[in-house]
């Protein structure tokens, strides 16, 4: 918990909002004041929202934008004339908006570098997350624009395709000229994922390099399915602590050491808190096992580990299947949700009255969005093994039988998805560091 006497000395003693700061950094504090006005503390000094900068309507020579985006943060400079407005805030979100002379810009944006914040190119701050800039006249007429790859968008939808990258933006800043001249001023940034190719943004000569997150280790090929079960779950322990943000693995979660992970992610998790209390910490002490004779890999990994939920951020999900956990809203924005209490495929048989769904097990989550799987009970391996099947509660007939000699072990199946998604996720982290 924040201390609030501190912060409220940061303040000049004026009241505060009792929320968490923004950023909070050894000489630098983003703070709310009381009454959710955003102030920065940097270096001694508390900068206040200056609205006179909104009066500053010179063109725009030069734009200089720096991201955090794991931590949905900004710095926003646009160089007009012997002036620059700066505006640091949360992405779609609350920002501070103030004035320096153009010759502090540099600077100042030097100051953000050595932060952690990282040079994007002002209309992408990675290749595959584009800045999307809302404008608005008066309360309630807005006009959104973006530059994706060649293209500029208007209002989110109408793109007009360019000769390049560079001409897009050059484009897309005729088009904010036109509409500051008609009363529009900026009003958020945000960033949208990327559907065109993109230049990666690269930081100015000199500028502090960015900390690399540890390599991953190798992970020997397990030579059957109860290894295959074993280093799958190996490497999504590895991911919880090589990046200890944006996304944690409950069973691997330890609340003395990381007490504030869960509450880091911009998601309401207290419904995930409260009914997902028994899987927290759970693998605290499980280790790989020799399987009992004649137990499924299935088995295996239920009296090993028991279960896996893991929970990512929305600024890293690009490209996983997504679902929220427990098909509710609170329970946390999941990619992987596997135990034996998962789904009660009674109550669908019930509904639909089709008796052959009493035939299936749901093991994993995201059934309401086609992004489930259940184990198919008409069939089953010499070793115990079920086959692994989509589910979608809107299924209308199962799929036809898999022969037992062709049936994947789940372990075999665990460590093939739990490789995809890894895969995807480091990358989307990596990028937001």
């Given at each position: 918990m924040s201390n609030w006497k501190h912060l409220q000395k940061l303040n000049g003693g004026e009241a505060i909002w009792h929320s968490d700061p923004q950023l909070s950094l050894k000489g630098e504090v983003w703070l709310y004041s009381a009454g959710g006005e955003l102030r920065v503390w940097s270096d001694g000094?508390?900068?206040?929202?200056?609205?006179?900068?909104?009066?500053?309507?010179?063109?725009?020579?030069?734009?200089?934008?720096?991201?955090?985006?794991?931590?949905?943060?900004?710095?926003?400079?646009e160089v007009r004339g012997s002036q620059a407005v700066v505006r640091r805030g949360t992405m779609n979100g609350a920002y501070l908006l103030s004035l320096v002379e153009a010759t502090d810009v540099e600077a100042l944006v030097a100051r953000y570098r050595t932060l952690g914040f990282r040079d994007g190119n002002p209309w992408n701050a990675t290749k595959k997350r584009v800045a999307i800039r809302e404008y608005r006249?008066?309360?309630?007429?807005?006009?959104?624009?973006?530059v994706d790859g060649d293209r500029t968008i208007e209002a989110y939808r109408n793109e007009t395709v360019a000769a390049s990258h560079e001409e897009a933006i050059e484009r897309a800043e005729k088009l904010i000229?036109?509409?500051?001249k008609e009363g529009f001023v900026l009003h958020t940034v945000d960033l949208r994922d990327a559907k065109y190719p993109n230049p990666e943004p690269k930081a100015p000569k000199g500028s502090p390099k960015k900390s690399p997150a540890p390599r991953s280790p190798s992970f020997a090929k397990p030579q059957d399915a109860y290894a295959a079960a074993d280093t799958a779950i190996a490497m999504l322990k590895d991911l919880h602590e090589r990046f200890p943000q944006a996304h944690f693995v409950a069973e691997q979660l330890d609340l003395k050491k990381e007490p504030g992970r869960m509450d880091s992610l911009d998601q309401q998790l207290s419904i995930f808190k409260r009914e997902y209390k028994h899987r927290i910490g759970s693998w605290n002490?499980?280790?790989?096992?020799?399987?009992?004779?004649?137990?499924?890999?299935?088995?295996?990994?239920?009296?090993?580990?028991?279960?896996?939920?893991?929970?990512?951020?929305?600024?890293?999900?690009?490209?996983?299947p997504t679902f929220p956990c427990g098909n509710v809203t609170g329970g946390g924005w999941s990619c992987l949700e596997i135990a034996d209490d998962i789904y009660e495929i009674d109550g669908l048989v019930e509904a639909t009255g089709n008796k052959d769904l009493e035939n299936l097990f749901v093991f994993h989550g995201g059934w309401h969005i086609g992004r489930s799987f259940a184990f198919d009970h008409r069939t089953k391996s010499p070793t115990g093994e079920h086959a692994v099947v989509p589910f979608d509660e809107s299924l209308q007939a199962l799929p036809k039988k898999t022969p037992p000699a062709r049936i994947q072990p789940f372990g075999l199946w665990l460590h093939k998805h739990v490789s995809r998604l890894t895969d995807i996720a480091e990358e989307n982290l990596r990028e937001g560091l």
């Open positions: 000094t508390l900068h206040k929202p200056e609205p006179q900068a909104l009066k500053l309507t010179t063109p725009v020579k030069e734009r200089f934008t720096l991201f955090k985006p794991l931590s949905l943060l900004f710095v926003d400079v006249k008066g309360p309630s007429t807005g006009w959104a624009i973006s000229r036109a509409k500051e002490g499980a280790k790989a096992l020799k399987p009992r004779k004649s137990e499924s890999s299935w088995d295996y990994f239920l009296r090993v580990y028991g279960s896996i939920t893991w929970i990512v951020d929305n600024v890293v999900d690009n490209g996983l």
